[in-house]
């Protein structure tokens, strides 16, 4: 199964992809499974579930003062008002979610960084790091991830970030099925991360998107 860990729709602030052109997008991709982590929320991944031609993991990537987290199956939104990168893993742990943390080491994107990282990683509140991430564009970086992993111990996961549906599967984990959260970092920890960077500069386009209201508010 491939298995993109890391990606956007209109229901993000700064992505404008449609319903249809995401499952556009996952069938010109070969894409068997999708995380879709959205910022600040989790309405469009509940709302897109049952209506792709994949399988959908409901997440949402959170900004903290200390960088970002994302939380893959979510039952409930992480609050805007976490104060620490500790705490937002905390409130993804206390509802049995994972702890995925995207491009730790990219200096242009707001990132964990070591420190923090290893602070996360000492408390047990990481599961998965993202060894690939199709919006970084160094490679040196993508390799530091992919080595933390290994010193860590910690599956290695892979996301195409992709804010436009042509980025979608510009990244990701070849893994064995799986049925859950648990068999999800089962399944990583003997994965395959494929992937290349994508981050072509965005046309403009007249764009009419639908609005979107946030079904947790």
């Known amino acids: 199964m491939r298995v993109d860990c890391h990606l956007h729709t209109m229901w993000s602030g700064d992505s404008t992809t449609t319903p249809d052109e995401l499952a556009h997008a996952v069938a010109e991709a070969a894409i068997d499974v999708i995380c879709i982590t959205d910022h600040s929320t989790i309405a469009g991944a509940l709302r897109l579930a049952d ?26 939104r992480i609050p805007p008002g976490c104060r620490s990168a500790l705490e937002a893993a905390r409130f993804v742990r206390e509802q049995g979610g994972l702890v995925y943390v995207p491009h730790p ?34 490679e040196s970086l993508n390799e530091e991830a992919a080595e933390t ?3 860590f111990g910690i599956a290695a996961g892979a996301g ?58």
């Open 105 to 138: 080491f990219d200096p242009m994107r707001h990132r964990v960084g070591g420190l923090v990282l290893q602070r996360l990683a000492d408390e047990g509140l990481v599961d998965v790091i993202e060894a690939r991430n199709g919006k970084t564009s160094l």
């Open 160 to 217: 195409s970030d992709a804010h436009v549906p042509e980025a979608v599967g510009a990244a990701y984990v070849e893994v064995d099925p799986f049925a859950d959260a648990a068999g999800l970092v089962e399944a990583l920890g003997r994965g395959r991360v494929i992937g290349h960077h994508f981050d072509s500069a965005r046309s403009w386009r007249p764009r009419i998107v639908p609005s979107v209201r946030p079904v947790e508010d």
């Open 149 to 151: 992993c290994h010193r």
């Open 51 to 76: 209506e792709l031609p994949c399988r959908v993991v409901v997440g949402q990537e959170q900004r903290t003062p200390e960088g970002e987290i994302i939380g893959l199956f979510l039952s409930e």
